[in-house]
């Protein structure tokens, strides 16, 4: 009998995975596609499959016998047979009796243990790994691992990377965007006059919106959107369908999934869509004016409270000075540091994109993506170099910050938090320091020039 304690080097073919040969959970869409994964699509970098790895192992059929039979006095105890006490039962009564379970165990014992064998040690593992098996009666098993490892994150030091300075000086049309800002939040909103939709832009609509699967043929998800009608997306002629409706009216329609979806199945093919009116307001908006400004309480001219928004804008910008010259010398590191980035990383973060709905064409959004992934871990390694970290404080300020927005009580929103979020606010904040660490320490080329 062979013992199979140590897997011999011949017998394991280990090689960077393509893209096509990634994981079914590395492609999936939101709209329960698949996202054809070839190096065509997504122009796979080299370094990004050398993280990639594939490794197959051989079980002989004599080992997972051996196994059965360890296995085997464990069965033969529990049956019970009219004729015999238990655990007397014959042995090759049992063996049969369990034979399919007596084999489907021992395969998942050793699948375990080679992959604990293979895996073990590694240290820079990026994903659980996908392992598989395929059995023959007689030739033995064969055991697939897939697994990604985590890159190598090599950078030179910080001041060594000189970006553009960053100004404060606030411009007119930034002093209009939040005038308009203040307009929408003291302006009046009321019921659409008989709740019939018309292309207004001050009209905002609530709807439910339901595609039908063109693969399936069965109804996807139902989504509840909320958009001015003017603004809103014109993704299968929504806009045209929502025009003349009623609140509470539903109507069914057939449209053409957009081109523009290139990383999807669907893309470009006709399928069924429904929509349903679930309110219509319409905002009345308060004239820019001396009138306005003193609604506010603070001000008697329009002119003196643009002269103090561009105050509070300025400061503001001085404030985030640090963070936005951090977020350039990120994105200079991106751009020298060459290493790779796992598949499933870019694959996720594309996802995101869909999902937040960027109409992105395939090779934009992997390029984002690889770009964003990249910067990640970079973050990473300047938060472990520098030994920067979210304080205990600083994640119940945030949660804090972000209870003032919502106008709720932070203890009733971090209650409502889960375990994942808690983890993204901590990241977000180790984020935040890193860039300012980064901004702090940058080389500006100002300051090269004086």
């Known amino acids: 009998m062979t013992d199979e304690k140590n897997i011999k080097e011949e017998e394991i073919q280990q090689e960077p995975v393509s893209a096509e040969a990634g994981g079914e959970d590395l492609h999936k869409t939101p709209l329960e596609g698949e996202t054809p994964a070839s190096e065509e699509d997504f122009q796979v970098n080299e370094k990004d499959k050398e993280l990639t790895k594939k490794v197959e192992v051989k079980v002989e059929d004599e080992k997972i016998l051996q196994e059965m039979e360890k296995k085997l006095q464990k069965y033969a105890g529990r049956v019970k047979l009219k004729g015999f006490r238990q655990g007397k039962v014959p042995m090759d009564y049992v063996r049969k009796l369990f034979h399919q379970d007596l084999l489907e165990e021992s395969m998942e014992e050793l699948v375990n243990e080679k992959t604990k064998e293979l895996l073990g040690d590694v240290k820079n593992l990026a994903t659980y790994p996908n392992v598989s098996k395929e059995y023959k009666e007689g030739e033995g098993m064969t055991i697939k691992i897939e697994y990604e490892l985590l890159p190598e994150v090599v950078m030179d030091g910080i001041e060594t990377y000189e970006v553009e300075g960053v100004s404060a000086e606030v411009k007119e049309e930034e002093i209009l965007h939040e005038l308009e800002h203040l307009r929408y939040e003291v302006a009046e909103v009321a019921p659409v006059e008989n709740g019939v939709v018309v292309d207004n832009e001050e009209l905002t609509v609530d709807f439910e919106f339901q595609i039908v699967n063109p693969q399936t043929g069965k109804w996807m998800k139902k989504e509840v959107l909320s958009d001015r009608v003017i603004k809103q997306q014109t993704f299968m002629n929504v806009k045209e369908q929502l025009l003349g409706m009623k609140v509470g009216e539903e109507k069914v329609f057939r449209g053409r999934i957009p081109e523009s979806i290139e990383s999807h199945s669907f893309s470009g093919k006709e399928t069924d869509a429904r929509v349903k009116i679930l309110a219509a307001r319409k905002t009345t908006l308060p004239e820019l004016n001396d009138e306005f400004a003193k609604s506010l309480g603070e001000y008697t001219t329009l002119e003196e409270l643009k002269g103090k928004m561009q105050e509070t804008l300025k ?136």
């Open 315 to 450: 400061a503001r910008k001085e404030a985030e000075k640090p963070y936005e010259l951090g977020e350039r010398v990120l994105d200079v590191m991106e751009e020298r540091c060459d290493f790779g980035v796992p598949l499933s990383f870019l694959f996720q973060e594309m996802n995101q994109y869909y999902r937040r709905g960027l109409q992105l064409s395939t090779a934009d959004s992997w390029k984002l993506a690889r770009k964003n992934v990249k910067k990640m871990f970079l973050v990473e390694k300047i938060a472990e170099r520098e030994k920067i970290h979210a304080q205990e404080a600083e994640i119940e300020d945030y949660i804090a910050q972000e209870a003032h927005r919502y106008n709720v009580p932070a203890e009733m929103l971090k209650s409502y938090l889960k375990e994942e979020q808690i983890n993204s606010i901590e990241h977000s904040v180790a984020r935040r320091k890193v860039l300012k660490f980064l901004g702090e320490s940058a080389k500006t080329k100002e300051t090269s020039q004086g």
